[in-house]
């Protein structure tokens, strides 16, 4: 049995969209993408090398997996794990509107989404890996399903943009098991799901 894990880049106001660059996701208006560039460093290379040397599969959404297949398929094995594994294990695309996929390995999954996600982290040697898909990240946290984060926070405040624990979010209580920082201000979290809140007055 596998557990699903989530790797997301966000800023200190809790926005993860557009990291990437400027045209990756303009929705309603977006404007300041690609935020993460300035802060990419030695550091925050070896984290996200440590985290893509454990997937035994990719859950995705259309937009991650769009983005994705835009680019990595092209891209030689020699250039490190990302590569290596996108381009060799399964990916699990959760679409209701993508008619096909036709990155090799890529399956849809289109109805009876949370089941099937269950069903598939049952199937899965090692972490299922999620990685940006924010609205499919906020659909499987409301089931508790996401059992470990990778918590990326950019020293940048937009003003504007998606926030990944938006209004409404599952009040759910992570454990911190490990966290580090880069030579740019990255700070890099690894939560691990822990149940529901708990609550107390302090001082007493």
């Not at 269950?118 to 996401?146: C, N, R, W, Y």
């Not at 979290?189 to 708990?198: D, F, I, R, S, V």
Request: proline share 6%.
């Amino acid at each position: 049995m596998g557990k699903i894990t989530l790797t997301e880049f966000i800023t200190l106001d809790g926005i993860y969209q557009g990291p990437g660059g400027p045209e990756e996701d303009p929705r309603d208006g977006f404007d300041v993408g690609g935020w993460v560039t300035p802060y990419i460093d030695e550091g925050f290379g070896e984290f996200v090398d440590e985290i893509w040397g454990r997937p035994g599969a990719f859950l995705l959404g259309r937009r991650t997996y769009e983005i994705f297949a835009g680019y990595w398929p092209n891209q030689p094995d020699s250039d490190g794990p990302v590569p290596t594994k996108l381009n060799s294990l399964p990916k699990y695309v959760v679409s209701t509107t993508l008619e096909t996929a036709d990155w090799a390995g890529s399956t849809i999954i289109g109805e009876d989404i949370i089941h099937k996600v269950k069903t598939i982290k049952d199937e899965t040697d090692g972490e299922l890996q999620m990685h940006g898909s924010g609205a499919l990240a906020q659909s499987l946290m409301s089931h508790d399903l996401i059992d470990t984060i990778y918590l990326l926070v950019f020293p940048v405040v937009l003003g504007k943009g998606l926030r990944l624990f938006a209004d409404g979010a599952n009040p759910t209580r992570f454990q911190q098991v490990e966290a580090r920082s880069s030579s740019s201000g990255i700070s890099m979290h690894t939560y691990e799901l822990a149940g529901k809140p708990e609550y107390g007055t302090v001082g007493e």
